[in-house]
């Protein structure tokens, strides 16, 4: 079976971008540049290099002044006029007090969007488990998904990782395994599950599935070996798990049937992208 897990090497890393603006209904009031322009006021007190500064022309500031005048009710500048060393534009208190409050805000934005940027590395292994450098494995049952939870343990740690936004599957792994993989909470891995790992049987009236991966499902199809059957389930959620058995055990288990299928977490492999 054939999976794609890393990424390749030449592949530029995911990273979201976000502008931050502040509106007074649906107009604009405060975005960066118009910001960058206040700020280059406060440090000049001329405007002609102000806007200059912040990438405007002289009458384009005068003309994003007014509007974000007009919108918060009273005056952001104040003129002196010409003397000996020339004229002066300075902030008034109002123009103090937009450009300061905006700059908290816009660094409370900017941690936020580094927050969001660690979630970008899972997108990233998302396109490679899909496109980029096969692995090569004779494991059958094969999942990407997100870790939710890490629990540690006196020996090990115990990893739950949800695949498709519904199945909790939980790996017990050692404290070594854990920190060479650098696990976190938002991390893509995928796990490696052996068919022959997996217990099945018929789920007598409802299915109690208590306990660490205990999982509902049909039989999907089933091929009778020689010593060994090979059973799919199409699991509660739509998942897929493989299952080998021996032909006694999978005896009654016919395509409908409702199981209970079990793995103990100690043969969940975990693996990151490279």
């Excluded at 604009?28 to 540049?33: D, E, H, I, P, V």
């Excluded at 409370?108 to 490679?128: M, P, Q, S, T, V």
């Excluded at 696990?183 to 789920?203: C, E, R, T």
């Excluded at 009236?205 to 199809?221: E, L, M, S």
């Amino acid at each position: 079976m054939t999976t794609a897990y890393n990424r390749r090497m030449d592949t530029p890393p995911y990273s979201l971008d976000a502008e931050l603006m502040l509106k007074v209904g649906d107009a604009l009031l405060a975005n960066a540049k118009r910001i960058e322009l206040l700020r280059q006021i406060g440090l000049t007190e001329n405007l002609t290099k102000s806007a200059q500064m912040a990438g405007y022309s002289y009458k384009g500031a005068w003309d994003t002044i007014d509007q974000m005048t007009k919108l918060t009710g009273g005056s952001l500048l104040e003129r002196q006029a010409g003397g000996k060393g020339g004229g002066r534009t300075r902030l008034t208190e109002r123009g103090r007090q937009l450009l300061d409050n905006f700059l908290l805000i816009q660094a409370e934005h900017e941690r936020f969007i580094g927050r969001l940027n660690k979630l970008a590395n899972g997108l990233e292994a998302d396109y490679a488990l899909q496109t980029e450098i096969a692995l090569k494995t004779s494991v059958r049952n094969q999942y990407a998904g997100i870790v939710v939870s890490i629990l540690q343990g006196p020996v090990n740690d115990e990893v739950t990782m949800m695949v498709g936004g519904t199945l909790m599957l939980v790996a017990s792994i050692t404290h070594a395994s854990g920190r060479e993989l650098q696990l976190d909470i938002g991390m893509k891995v995928f796990a490696l599950v052996k068919a022959s790992a997996v217990s099945v049987q018929l789920a007598a009236g409802p299915a109690a599935t208590a306990g660490p991966n205990r999982f509902t499902g049909t039989v999907h199809r089933r091929v009778r070996g020689q010593h060994r059957s090979e059973v799919a389930l199409a699991l509660d959620g739509g998942q897929q798990l493989i299952c080998t058995l021996e032909n006694a055990t999978a005896e009654g288990l016919e395509a409908g049937s409702v199981v209970l299928a079990s793995i103990e977490p100690s043969n969940v492999i975990l693996g990151v992208a490279a």
